[in-house]
């Protein structure tokens, strides 16, 4: 059974610091991971999607990297801003249909 | 915005009582999938549709149960509601039904049980 893990539950930086949140599962085989951002009482905002083959995506100040055997993915935020304050959760599509989530973690980007 | 929109927003029912959210797909998508999100906890996939038939299901009963209509959009029926229905209920479509296809989430619909 896929399980997902995201570590820290909770993080608070000061504003402009780069920092690393993480996201891990059980099973390697996986069709894409994707990064999403949620504000509070709101849906979700898809960030970054990696599919299996990839190693890495960027958007801006975001990138995900994706490491499929040990079963990790990283998010890095560069240059922190007080609006990246949000959830960030983790998917990852183990099966056609499905995305199987971690429980997030609640980012405070203090100014 | 991703052209997913869900209604209604919030909603406050009864225990026992029946309830049906809404979901409207992005131009162009004919796959919708069901997701339900616990205060603090990542979402949990109910169920997806494809061209109007149940394309998959999690660990859900049989009292949630769900349609799509010809023009894709989609409703989330659940009967004899409990206390643990409680959460935001999230649609997302997408352009088709493989793990390659990205999905667009909708803002959500807050239901409460009391």
């Known amino acids: 059974k896929q399980e997902v893990t995201q570590i820290p539950a909770a993080l608070s930086v000061p504003e402009g610091e780069n920092l690393v949140l993480n996201c891990s599962f059980t099973d390697s085989a996986i069709y894409n991971l994707q990064w999403f951002r949620q504000d509070p009482g709101k849906g979700l905002t898809s960030l970054l999607l990696i599919q299996s083959s990839q190693r890495e995506q960027t958007s801006g100040r975001l990138n995900a990297s994706l490491d499929k055997s040990s079963g990790r993915s990283t998010l890095y935020i560069a240059a922190s801003q007080p609006g990246d304050s949000a959830t960030y959760l983790c998917a990852v599509s183990h099966s056609n249909y499905q995305l199987i989530w971690g429980a997030g973690t609640k980012l405070i980007i203090k100014p | 915005e991703t052209g997913v929109t869900q209604s209604p927003t919030h909603l406050i029912k009864t225990r026992g009582q029946q309830v049906t959210l809404r979901c409207s797909s992005q131009s162009g998508h004919n796959t919708v999938s069901w997701y339900q999100q616990a205060l603090g906890q990542g979402p949990q996939f109910i169920f997806q549709y494809y061209r109007e038939e149940e394309n998959g299901r999690g660990n859900f009963p049989p009292r949630f149960s769900g349609l799509q209509f010809p023009n894709y959009s989609s409703e989330l029926n659940v009967n004899a509601l409990e206390l643990d229905d409680s959460a935001l209920y999230l649609c997302?479509?997408?352009?088709?039904?493989?793990?390659?296809?990205?999905?667009?989430f909708g803002p959500g619909t807050r239901l409460t049980v009391t």
């Open positions: 997302a479509s997408s352009v088709g039904t493989g793990e390659v296809y990205e999905q667009y």
